[in-house]
């Protein structure tokens, strides 16, 4: 979702509803160069033919790529103080808890020139069906919309919903 949005690791980032983090979370290991399964285990390593010695050996040199330290312009954040919370746990098990920043606001309150002044991506998985609970709410993104088109001019939109179409031309 991300890559098909534009994010490049290096731009600005705004996750306003990120609830668990997963698109936050991504972007931090976009930035760092982290790539996807690095810290886990794969099926093929109980293989008969797995060498290790020449799994570490690639591992060693993609290491010698990632960056270590750095700050990505990624904000997360959530009305959710539980959910911000167990984000920030989470980018600590990933070692990029330093790549991020995790706070609690709510998106009608935020307008990202509080925070840069360049355009990025902004990733919005509204909580459907928990926080919007009317069939209204899950279909009525008019103030999410609104709220983009006001202060969000020349940011990239990725959006996920529940509409198969949302069959409009979007104000940004």
């Given amino acids: 979702v991300l890559q098909l949005a534009g994010y490049d690791g290096q731009m600005p980032l705004l996750d306003p509803m990120c609830g668990s983090g997963t ?4 972007a931090a290991l976009m930035a760092a160069n982290i790539p996807p399964g690095w810290f886990r285990r794969f099926a093929f390593m109980e293989w008969p033919s797995f060498v290790d010695r020449r799994w570490q050996h690639l591992r060693k040199q993609h290491e010698a790529v990632m960056r270590k330290t750095g ?7 959530d009305v959710d103080g539980v959910a911000c919370e167990a984000l920030k746990q989470t980018l600590r098990r990933h070692h990029v808890a330093d790549w991020i920043t995790v706070d609690r606001k709510d998106f009608f309150d935020f307008s990202p020139g509080e925070w840069t002044d360049s355009k990025g991506v902004v990733v919005l998985n509204p909580p459907y069906g928990r926080r919007f609970t009317t069939a209204a709410d899950q279909t009525g993104l ?11 001019k020349g940011w990239r939109l990725a959006l996920v919903s529940p509409r198969k179409s949302l069959n409009r031309k979007l104000p940004f």
């Fill in 23 to 26: 698109f936050s979370l991504e």
């Fill in 142 to 152: 008019d103030p999410i919309f609104k709220h983009l088109s006001r202060h969000y």
């Fill in 71 to 77: 700050k990505a312009a990624i904000l997360a954040f």
